[in-house]
């Protein structure tokens, strides 16, 4: 790594992996790490195809099918479509020589969650795949991002980006979290406070004495929604937290490549001094549970708090948003946030579908039962987060409490498989959209951390965590 | 790819902030294997009703917005997913060109790939084009001069060098990049010594 001025994670990341500085102001970055899944390649696939190039290096890159596939009676895809895509994946893969998790493997999962799981996902690397939730593997301090589908055939094809720098942002966040507040209170509270576009062509790295006690699992949360802040990626500086989590893995370095990693790895953390376009500090004192009201994630206030009235906007624009957003949620304005009445629950995806986040579910809702008017679905993250949990006894609490238990997978997140929310309906999710249409045409999506969304399945209203007892 | 250097038509306003990809392209419709074909779902829960039948007053319904070529829309265009379905489907429908005041990185990155030209211009130059968008009024999208030429007023833009270049020129990156295989490879095999954990395949 070069020496000289102080310089962030994201500046020695990205200087170590130029290799070239255009005259024409780009430059070509390579990428360590690919990840695929069936619904953002095939299109990636046949344009190699058509222009009769291979992949160049295809054990760099790893492929799951993730956001097509059902969560129950998986072994026969009825969804003619899904099945064609998921089969387009293996038949890609097969004839490019790509490693695949087929549906059947036990570590087959959603992308995000198998990355960090086999230890693919390390500090330093570079890493992308044609899907925006890629910013969650940067909390190993890797710069991960999200591409579209001609970037992923680019990828294929050259190993590379084509990219210009991305601005550095730094926000800090001291002191110790609140009790009830969690990770995904957090990067919520900070999306409402910058906005979705707030993050717009920057890096944001997230630093501060809140988030070293963190765990590997509860970091990756708050790097998974830097997408909704409009940042392509989050980084957080690797430490001993990480290195304990990677020890080990599957993929991780192993022997005398582990020292060696090691070393460069404990390199890599920003220097002090480095500098950043734009810094926030946030006092931890000031986030409470969070919940969203609205159809844009930054449309999110405390749980303790009231729906908005469309007057307290600042711009035009922003009170129209306001009222679109209550309309199509069925909400009134002054409305406290826990009278509202929920008919499912989601708890999954790759923002809250760790092993983390069921423990706490089950600690919730353990010898009670979800509300008698509530659907309560719970989509572990991977076929291994699935064993885990299951070798815990968490399944059974679950059960026991009433929830339905699903194979892995995207699910009820973006609702391209069955998983979908009925017009109307009114769910708390543990994902990270709440756009019009997400879970389903019509359906009303609240997103909150899985420790809300566990208590509300039990009162069958969004509950404040810090009054359920 | 297609070439993009003028484009002359009306545009179809849709002032409405923070239209997600979501919105541009349900995901029902992400099923597909191919990039073509997806311009008839474009919008698809705003255009169409339950039944699937055309909502009349949605502005890319009605005539003669139904042919436009340009959409002016409201800030933060195109935020949420990298799906690359968003701009295949508006391609699909004939927009080429979007003006807003913001787009989302992954969603403005994209649609360089595939021919379209998204304009970031001021706040008040946005509400101005909205209004002359809605007046059916004629607008003219000169790249190389960069500018948007509409009842007698030239609003400017700026848009990167390389960008340009490729859209005028419908230059396909994967072709441009192959031309530095030589400095992939070297690249590799330096960080090979001082990363042999991650280019243990590379010889």
Redesign the interface.
């Known amino acids: 790594m070069s020496t000289g001025s102080p310089k962030t994670l994201f500046d020695k990341i990205w200087s170590d992996h130029l290799?070239?500085q255009?005259d024409?102001?780009?430059s070509?970055l390579?990428i360590?790490k690919h990840l695929v899944h069936e619904?953002?390649s095939?299109?990636a696939f046949?344009g190699l195809k058509i222009?009769n190039?291979p992949v160049?290096?295809p054990?760099a890159t790893i492929a799951v099918a993730d956001?097509?596939v059902p969560t129950f009676n998986r072994e026969n895809i009825e969804?003619e479509?899904?099945r064609?895509?998921v089969q387009?994946l293996a038949n890609n893969t097969k004839e490019h020589g790509i490693e695949y998790f087929e549906l059947t493997d036990q570590r087959q999962g959603i992308v995000h969650i198998i990355g960090p799981e086999q230890g693919i996902t390390?500090p330093g690397?570079t890493m992308v795949c044609?899907?925006?939730h890629?910013s969650t593997h940067g909390a190993f301090g890797a710069l991960a991002f999200?591409?579209?589908?001609?970037?992923v055939?680019?990828v294929l094809?050259?190993?590379?980006v084509?990219q210009?720098p991305a601005k550095n942002m730094r926000i800090s966040v001291n002191g110790a979290l609140p009790l009830g507040v969690t990770s995904k209170d957090l990067i919520l509270y900070i999306i409402g406070k910058i906005g979705?576009?707030g993050g717009?062509?920057h890096v944001i790295e997230y630093a501060g004495s809140s988030l070293k006690p963190l765990s590997m699992e509860s970091r990756m949360t708050i790097c998974n929604m830097s997408i909704e802040a409009?940042a392509?990626a989050g980084l957080i500086s690797p430490d001993q937290i990480t290195f304990d989590y990677l020890k080990g893995r599957p993929y991780a370095?192993k022997e005398e490549?582990?020292s060696?990693?090691l070393d460069?790895w404990s390199a890599l953390p920003s220097d002090t001094d480095a500098y950043y376009d734009k810094e926030l500090v946030i006092n931890s004192s000031e986030i409470d549970p969070m919940v969203t009201w609205g159809t844009?994630p930054?449309d999110v206030m405390a749980v303790s708090g009231l729906v908005p009235y469309s007057s307290s906007a600042k711009t035009e624009?922003?009170k129209?948003?306001i009222e679109?957003s209550l309309e199509y949620m069925g909400l009134k304005s002054g409305t406290k946030i826990t009278d509202i009445k929920l008919d499912k629950i989601f708890i999954g995806s790759c923002t809250n579908g760790r092993i983390e986040d069921l423990r706490s579910v089950a600690s919730i809702v353990k010898n009670k039962k979800i509300a008698s008017h509530i659907e309560g679905m719970i989509v572990p993250g991977s076929g291994l987060v699935k064993k885990q949990a299951e070798e815990e006894g968490l399944d059974v609490i679950l059960k026991a409490a009433g929830f339905d238990w699903r194979e892995a997978g995207c699910s009820m997140c973006?609702?391209?498989n069955p998983d979908q929310l009925k017009?109307e309906e009114r769910c708390a999710s543990t994902s990270n959209?709440n756009?019009?249409?997400?879970q389903g045409?019509?359906g009303r999506t609240h997103l909150m951390s899985p420790e809300l969304a566990a208590a509300s399945a039990i009162k069958g209203y969004i509950t404040d965590i810090r009054d359920f007892v | 790819m297609d070439k993009f250097i003028t484009l002359k038509g009306i545009a179809a306003p849709l002032p409405i902030v923070n239209i997600d990809t979501d919105m541009i392209i349900p995901k029902q419709f992400l099923k597909t294997i191919k990039r073509t074909g997806l311009g008839i779902s474009l919008f698809y829960e705003m255009r169409y009703d339950l039944q699937g039948h055309e909502i009349k007053d949605f502005i890319l319904n009605t005539k003669p917005f139904n042919q436009s070529k340009i959409l002016v829309a409201g800030d933060n265009f195109g935020c949420g997913s990298s799906r690359e379905h968003a701009p295949w489907s508006l391609k699909d429908f004939g927009i080429s060109c979007i003006i807003s005041t913001s787009f989302a990185d992954i969603f403005y990155n994209n649609c360089f790939q595939n021919g379209i030209l998204p304009i970031v211009v001021s706040p008040e130059n946005s509400k101005k084009l909205i209004d002359f968008a809605g007046d059916q009024k004629e607008f003219e999208i000169d790249l190389p001069s960069q500018n948007i030429l509409v009842e007698g007023e030239k609003i400017g833009f700026d848009i990167e060098p390389y960008r340009k270049e490729r859209l005028i020129e419908g230059l396909d990156d994967i072709g441009i990049t192959m031309n530095y295989e030589q400095s992939i490879t070297d690249y590799e095999l330096i960080q090979k010594k001082d990363k042999p954990w991650i280019f243990k395949d590379i010889e």
């Open positions: 290799v070239k255009r024409d102001g780009t070509l390579y360590d619904v953002t095939p299109q046949e222009a190039r160049r290096r054990s956001h097509n969804d479509q899904s064609i895509q387009t390390q690397m044609g899907d925006s890629t999200g591409i579209g589908t001609s970037e055939e680019h094809a050259t190993q590379t084509v210009k979705t576009a717009n062509g409009g392509r370095p490549h582990w060696k990693a460069y844009s930054e624009n922003k129209k948003s679109r973006l609702g391209m017009p959209r756009f019009e249409g997400r045409r019509g």
